[in-house]
């Protein structure tokens, strides 16, 4: 799967219906799912107000991390793109204090450009 863009919490897509069906509980009141990202079983959510990563994880896909990260916490970031060999792009979010960015791979269906720029949108507001 890929990029999924204009989902917002009033959109009748059905992409907007699924991430909202999957992932409503997480969302606080006023908060709207602008724009996610599906990556194999990772997804990226970037709301109004936050970027949330819904990690899946172990074997059988039933431990689930939601990790929450405000906009104003993201003190840089980078994108490297896919090369000849390794297609897989990837984004790199140095968060608060940390000194080790958090790492996220992005599989070639997804445009880490168009990562970029929502995520640009946001942290440097």
């Not at 608060?96 to 450009?113: A, C, M, R």
């Amino acid at each position: 799967m890929g990029l999924f863009t204009g989902v917002s919490k009033n959109s009748d897509s059905s992409v907007s219906k699924k991430f909202h069906t999957d992932y409503g509980q997480l969302i606080a009141d006023g908060e709207i799912i602008e724009v996610g990202f599906v990556v194999m079983r990772d997804t990226f959510l970037f709301t109004n107000k936050r970027l949330i990563i819904v990690s899946v994880q172990g074997i059988s896909g039933r431990q689930i991390e939601y990790l929450s990260i405000p906009y104003n916490k993201i003190m840089k970031f980078s994108v490297q793109t896919g090369g000849s060999f390794d297609l897989d792009a990837e984004l790199k979010l140095w968060i608060g204090s940390e000194t080790i960015p958090l790492e996220k791979k992005f599989n070639k269906d997804v445009n880490i450009y168009e990562v970029q720029k929502v995520l640009a949108s946001h942290a440097l507001k």
